[in-house]
């Protein structure tokens, strides 16, 4: 079930942003076998012996864990918190747990070069994570995060530990607070590139609505 504000607000988005139906159908889709396959991933974990808490007292009406800052404008809400590992791991808890599905090819480069080389964005938000969740979780940026990939297409399942990098997360707060500034102020910040012809922004859902704005 779909029920963390953040996810609602990324469904709103996506319906905002995205004009075609097909293009909807296809991100919600995307998302919520996403999201099922996350809920395997929390059972499996907590059959292996991991203390996993996904909500306040692990009850199905108790609050997300999460963080909220800037008025509200920069917030989240974790996937989940490691109390306690399973016996002779040696895991420094509370370690923060994040889960995210790939395919087959993004999940392979997961394995080999690790989540921070081959996937920046999701090492960002981590880092982010761990620094604004320490206040509400004491020692939650001294033990490394446990992150987990699912690979969509074989089920497979690839973790590791990524310890906290307070640089990153500052430079990544650094970065929310200037769109923020941008936004007040009515400011376009500059675009990633000089023409939509660029390769990410080919590949870029909101490539069109982005390329419309008047500079």
Same mark, same amino acid.
């Given at each position: ?28 889709? =995307?998302? *919520?076998? @996403?999201?099922?396959?996350?809920? &395997? /991933? +929390?059972?499996? #974990? ?34 989940? =918190?490691? *109390?306690? @590992?399973?016996?002779?791991?040696? &895991? /420094? +808890?509370?370690? #923060? ?45 001294? /033990? ?49 590139? /000089? ?21």
């Amino acid at each position: 079930m779909v029920t963390g504000y953040d996810h609602l607000l990324f469904l709103a988005g996506v319906v905002f942003f995205l004009y075609r139906s097909k293009d909807i159908a296809t991100y919600v889709s =995307i998302f *919520a076998i @996403g999201h099922a396959l996350e809920d &395997l /991933a +929390v059972a499996w #974990l907590r059959g292996a012996g991991f203390d996993l808490y996904t909500r306040k007292g692990n009850r199905p009406d108790g609050g997300q864990f999460g963080f909220s800052v800037a008025g509200g404008r920069i917030r989240g809400h974790v996937d989940g =918190i490691i *109390a306690v @590992g399973p016996e002779g791991l040696g &895991l /420094a +808890v509370p370690a #923060l747990w994040e889960c995210k599905t790939m395919n087959a090819k993004n999940w392979r480069a997961c394995v080999k070069d690790g989540v921070t080389k081959s996937k920046p964005v999701y090492a960002a938000q981590i880092a982010v994570y761990q620094a604004y969740m320490e206040s509400s979780v004491p020692g939650i940026s001294a /033990a490394p995060a446990v992150f987990t990939a699912i690979n969509k297409d074989t089920a497979e399942m690839h973790h590791e530990q990524v310890p906290f990098d307070a640089d990153l997360a500052q430079r990544m707060s650094d970065r929310g607070v200037r769109i923020l500034q941008a936004t007040d102020a009515g400011e376009l910040l500059p675009r990633i590139a /000089a023409s939509a012809d660029f390769f990410e922004c080919r590949f870029c859902p909101w490539s069109d609505r982005c390329w419309r704005l008047e500079r």
